[in-house]
Structures are given as C-alpha cells and as structure tokens.
C-alpha cells in the first residue's frame, strides 16, 4: 500500500471529502442521508468544524482517499465534552488500513481537544467499522431498533462509545 498522510481538512478538500461522502450515500447504509450533498451544504458543515471537533483526511498521492471528524453531539450544555465520531474511505481504497489509522488520529485529537466520550453511532451491517470501533476500544452500549429506513428495508444502528480520559493512547 502506497502510504498515505493524515492531516486536518482545510476548505480545499471539500471536493474529495463530499466525493466520498455521496458515494456513501448513494451506495450505503452508512449513513442515513438519501440525498446527495450539495457543496454549499458541505461548507455549511465544514464551518461548523474546528479545535474541538476536527475534520481530518487521508491523503494519498495527492487524492484525498479518507476523512473523519468528530461533531457535536447535541447542542445542549451539558453535552459540551461529548462528541459523535464519523469515518468514511473512498470505496477504492477499503481494507487497507486507512480507516483504522483515521480513527486512531482523530479520537487522539478528540482527547487533545478535552473531550470526555466518544460516540459511535453504526448501522447493522456495517462489520468493518465495528471492528475499528472495537479495535480502538469503543464498547457496545446499545442498539436502536429499526431507526432508519434506507433501500427498502428498516435499519438498526449499534451505539458504541469510548470514554477518552480512561483509554490509552
């Protein structure tokens, strides 16, 4: 595998970051978006990124192959330290280890930032991104029956979560 770089997101990405995200749309229940993004809608959510909840890519051979952030997880103040992770890897370049290395870099930047816990919300299915999750020590906390309704079918999503200032890394 040719290496690839993880660094923050900075607004010339958005084309390869909304890329990824629309294919993940169209194609799968990773997210629950139907519709794909529009680059106004994606600024939009770039901006409501920073210190505390990042965007991060991966970047390889120039081409942005893979990105993760964290969001906040509600609005609400008591909710300040928590945040929602995301992840996604452009179709092509799955199972070489780029998502796990998203993910290892991005909750290090969430325990930088102050945040306390992580949340991981993924739809069934989804095996690849519960192993990441459980491999970087997110727990299973509890599954929400038949939430989501995407290709037909009604979809539940497993909540996971890891809580910062008692894991490694």
Same mark, same amino acid.
């Given at each position: 595998?040719? @290496?690839?770089?993880? *660094?923050?997101?900075?607004?010339?990405?958005?084309?390869?970051?909304? /890329?990824?995200?629309?294919?993940?749309?169209?194609?799968?229940?990773?997210t629950?978006?139907? /519709?794909? %993004?529009?680059?106004? &809608? +994606? *600024?939009?959510w770039?901006?409501?990124?920073?210190? %505390?909840?990042?965007?991060?890519?991966? @970047? +390889?051979?120039?081409?942005?192959?893979?990105?993760?952030?964290?969001?906040?997880?509600?609005?609400? $103040?008591?909710? #300040?330290?928590?945040? /929602?992770? #995301?992840?996604?890897?452009? @179709? =092509?370049? $799955?199972?070489?280890?780029?998502?796990? %290395?998203?993910s @290892?870099v991005?909750?290090?930047?969430? $325990? &930088?930032?102050?945040?306390?816990?992580?949340?991981? *919300?993924?739809? &069934?299915?989804?095996? =690849?991104?519960?192993?990441?999750?459980?491999? +970087?020590?997110? &727990?299973?906390?509890?599954?929400? *029956?038949?939430?989501?309704? %995407?290709?037909?079918?009604?979809?539940?999503?497993?909540?996971?979560?890891?809580?910062?200032? $008692?894991?490694?890394?």
């Amino acid at each position: 595998m040719t @290496e690839c770089t993880i *660094r923050p997101a900075n607004a010339d990405d958005l084309a390869g970051i909304t /890329e990824i995200y629309n294919q993940a749309i169209i194609n799968t229940v990773a997210t629950f978006d139907t /519709e794909p %993004k529009t680059p106004e &809608e +994606q *600024r939009v959510w770039f901006n409501e990124h920073g210190d %505390k909840y990042p965007i991060l890519v991966a @970047e +390889q051979l120039g081409a942005i192959v893979g990105w993760a952030s964290l969001s906040e997880w509600s609005d609400r $103040r008591a909710y #300040s330290d928590t945040a /929602e992770i #995301s992840l996604y890897v452009a @179709e =092509s370049h $799955r199972g070489k280890g780029i998502g796990r %290395k998203l993910s @290892e870099v991005v909750i290090k930047a969430g $325990r &930088e930032a102050g945040l306390h816990t992580l949340i991981a *919300r993924i739809a &069934e299915g989804n095996a =690849s991104s519960i192993h990441i999750a459980e491999s +970087q020590g997110f &727990e299973h906390i509890g599954i929400m *029956r038949e939430v989501g309704y %995407k290709f037909g079918k009604l979809i539940d999503v497993y909540l996971m979560q890891i809580l910062l200032d $008692r894991s490694t890394g």
